[in-house]
């Protein structure tokens, strides 16, 4: 039971455009959301966040949407680098309901930046 | 300001063997996370712990495997009689505290077993 979807799972977009990637969730009981940047034989590194009590959240080049009525949001990078080329994961956790900050991730989906 | 520390990088087991993974949080996070990602899937939580408590191990295979986060040291997942599908990519994540904070990632341990 997947609860955290990665419907794409590559994207490719080139140098200077944006970068959308999208994912949708199940579970009522999440209200917090991340997005997780990862290299290969490395570990996630956290990119940004956004609590269920928010639609948007922006820092620097990385924004991140929620619309908690169709339980789906997007992370837009803007513009898109050659150093963006990654795998990006969705993470969500229940943490402000109490169930702590265990997270469930997404598949990921592969990006690449061409030049 | 040293990060997540995660040990070994690399972990080669014969079935049958056992597998010790270490993981040292960052400096004043007392909340610790392990997930493993198998091959070409997303990472999936196994156990949280905090200091000599295990606090949510419903991730966690029912037989064979175990964490502990001692009053002093790193934490260790261990995994007992390895069997060839728990070779995977083991991460180990700490936090602060469980407020609104997001959780910082070790390396990971890639465990194979042969």
């Known amino acids: 039971d997947q609860q955290v979807k990665q419907n794409s799972p590559s994207l490719s977009v080139q140098e200077g455009r944006i970068s959308i990637l999208n994912c949708d969730y199940t579970?009522?009981?999440?209200?917090?959301f991340l997005w997780y940047k990862k290299y290969p034989a490395e570990g996630p590194t956290f990119l940004i966040s956004i609590s269920s009590i928010k639609d948007k959240n922006e820092d620097g080049r990385f924004t991140v949407f929620l619309n908690k009525s169709a339980k789906h949001l997007s992370l837009h990078i803007v513009p898109s680098q050659p150093g963006d080329s990654a795998v990006y994961f969705c993470?969500?956790?229940?943490?402000?309901?109490?169930?702590?900050?265990?997270?469930?991730f997404g598949t990921g989906t592969q990006l690449k930046v061409e030049l | 300001n040293a990060g997540v520390m995660q040990n070994p990088r690399h972990l080669v087991r014969r079935r049958g063997q056992e597998a010790r993974l270490r993981c040292s949080p960052m400096?004043?996070?007392?909340?610790v996370y392990w997930y493993r990602q198998l091959p070409e899937e997303g990472l999936k939580f196994m156990v949280y712990l905090q200091k000599e408590n295990i606090i949510d191990e419903s991730g966690m295979p029912k037989e064979r495997f175990s964490a502990e986060f001692p009053k002093e040291g790193p934490s260790i997942l261990r995994i007992q009689q390895v069997v060839r599908g728990d070779s995977a990519a083991y991460f180990c994540a700490s936090s602060p505290d469980v407020e609104l904070t997001e959780a910082f990632f070790g390396q990971g341990t890639r465990l194979t077993v042969v």
């Open positions: 993470a969500a956790s229940p943490i402000l309901t109490g169930g702590g900050n265990k997270l469930t």
């Open positions: 400096k004043g996070h007392s909340h």
């Open positions: 579970n009522s009981m999440f209200d917090y």
